[in-house]
């Protein structure tokens, strides 16, 4: 039995992990990958793309590891087109109760001039590796890179070559977003009619969103024949991200009325899975996000409240609690106890453990103490403070003293600790977060450059967190820290500490030896 022998049935494909954390700057930690893995599992997620395991150790360990801990969900690995990267893949992904192999090539004629392979080497190469995957794994999925701008001609004598050499899944990617609706289910079908055998495997849909049309591309697709669809929580990914997974899934659910295809998405963890998503990834989730941006369900005009008071549907077309959003946005006080935070937490997506919750509780009534109420963003600012991975970041933040004010210069008295160690250092500047940044240069030596510094305050009042982004560039690896302080400057210097922490893991990704030296 196939995996679509219910014919009204998509798959969801979550490639979060894999394709969304190559969005410049979204580097997710070991242990973050983990969670989210277990947390798209729960979810009803049904192929958890886990990563690129050949691209680096860290990769490696991280689709190996979730394999290891997966439950329903099939696990994939990504692999080029050649037999190293297939078996590494292999390697980390066996683990998985249900393994996939993912195998690529790019077939349009811009990426045949790249790997300067003419047709006919291409087709041999497409045979050979998908043929090997299939020794290994009896689940194997194969994607021609840049399919939307191959010609049909060769893309049918590609897709076949694939489905002959044993490929169970064919997914057919816009790599550069540049496809309409219209013609993303017109190559669908064009493949269906055409491909000897295409009736056999699943077609995916895998969508990138440079013209803001991924999502519609994908449902169209879906319209055409195909029942995977590819997609990253929040629409993360390269560029302008891919298909969203909660636009995609709220969309067939929503209007299963002209699209009667189900999915096997718990909807109620969307909102849970968002936020997990936008905290890790340093990515907030603009306001005006559909499903899942601020103000998807706010509703601003007299005209528009009082629709929605007398009766929701007027102005909303889903409820929040179908995407697990609550309707009221409980304030948490320096009153609320234990219980009441781990369960506050868990609604906004975190299963905290013992240890996790002695350290946050701390923290909440640290918080609690200098500000009267606690909105479900100050939780959400709390959880993105890189004190929490502090035991695990090898420079950290211990003290900071700043002087500022009228008269110039500004400077700062900052103790770090870097590799377990303490070191001081005062330095001055145009302001106190140019000292600020000054006194960590001074200590941490590098030559990353600041290409991004900005600070939003979480909640209002003058009593408000501030949350501070800090994206540094070095080498073409991006990084970016994140935290969150009621002192602007303190959230400064601990956002700046923890985007140098993420781009020694993402220079370590490629260097295993990287050291601080080489920052
Ligand atoms: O966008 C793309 O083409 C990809 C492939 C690796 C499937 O992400
Ligand atoms: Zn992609």
């Known amino acids: 039995m196939t995996e679509n022998s219910h014919q009204d049935r998509v798959l969801i494909f979550d490639t979060t992990l ?8 979204a580097t997710m930690t070991h ?30 360990e991280a689709v190996r590891d979730i394999a ?14 050649q037999f190293p990267d297939i078996d590494r893949a292999w390697e980390a992904v066996q683990h998985a109760a249900r393994p996939r192999i993912h195998t690529f090539i790019g077939t349009s004629p811009l990426h045949r001039d790249i790997t300067k392979l003419t047709q006919d080497e291409m087709v041999e190469r497409i045979e ?19 399919a939307t701008r191959t010609e049909h001609d060769y893309l049918c004598r590609v897709v076949e070559t694939a489905i ?101 998405i718990d909807t109620t963890r969307i909102m849970g899975l968002s936020r997990k998503v936008a905290t890790v990834s340093g990515f907030p989730v603009q306001f005006n996000k559909a499903i899942v941006g601020k103000n998807a369900f706010a509703h601003e005009s007299g005209i528009h409240q009082d629709g929605v008071l007398k009766n929701a549907e007027t102005f909303e077309i889903m409820r929040p609690a179908d995407i697990g959003l609550n309707a009221t946005n409980l304030v948490m006080g320096k009153h609320s106890g234990r219980a009441a935070l781990r369960s506050k937490m868990k609604e906004l997506g975190f299963d905290l453990g013992d240890n996790q919750l ?21 939780l959400l600012a709390l959880m993105r403070d890189s004190d929490l991975d502090a035991e695990h970041d090898r420079i950290q933040v211990k003290f900071l003293r700043v002087i500022c004010g009228t008269e110039a210069p500004q400077s700062a008295d900052l103790i770090l600790s870097i590799d377990g160690v303490e070191h001081r250092v005062t330095a001055q500047g145009d302001g106190p977060v140019d000292a ?30 501030a949350t501070v982004s800090v994206r540094l560039s070095e080498d073409g690896k ?42």
């Open 436 to 465: 600020t940044f000054a006194a960590v240069k001074k200590l941490v030596e590098h030559h990353a450059h600041l290409e991004l510094y900005q600070v939003h305050a979480v909640t209002g009042g003058t009593d408000a967190q």
């Open 164 to 264: 002959k050499a044993g490929a169970t899944t064919i997914n057919i990617p816009d790599t550069v977003g540049y496809t309409a609706p219209r013609e993303s289910a017109k190559l669908i079908e064009m493949l269906l009619e055409r491909v000897p055998g295409a009736d056999q495997i699943v077609f995916a849909t895998h969508c990138h969103n440079d013209l803001g049309m991924a999502t519609a591309n994908a449902l169209a697709a879906v319209e055409a024949g195909a029942r995977q669809i590819e997609c990253t929580i929040n629409g993360l990914g390269e560029r302008a991200g891919n298909t969203a997974l909660e636009e995609v899934v709220m969309a067939l659910k929503v209007r299963n009325d002209i699209m009667p295809f189900q999915t096997g």
């Open 358 to 378: 002695k350290d946050v509780f701390v923290r909440f009534k640290a918080l609690a103490d200098r500000k009267k109420e606690v909105y479900d963003d100050d």
């Open 68 to 81: 290891k801990n997966s439950r329903n969900a099939v696990i994939c690995g990504l692999a080029r087109a």
């Open 31 to 60: 242990d973050e990958k983990l969670e989210i893995a277990a947390m798209l599992d729960e979810m009803g997620v049904d192929i958890i793309e886990a990563g690129f395991p050949i691209a680096s150790e860290g990769d490696f």
């Open 478 to 519: 991006i990084a970016t820290g994140q935290a969150s302080d009621t002192d602007t400057v303190v959230a400064s210097a601990k956002a700046y500490v923890n985007a140098l922490n993420r781009l020694m893991v993402r220079r370590e990704k490629t260097k295993p030896e990287g050291n601080l030296a080489a920052i």
């Open 128 to 146: 050979a590796t998908v043929a090997h995957a299939r020794n290994l794994c009896d689940n194997v999925q194969w994607s021609p890179m840049d």
């Open 18 to 25: 894999r394709d969304g954390e190559q969005s410049p700057g």
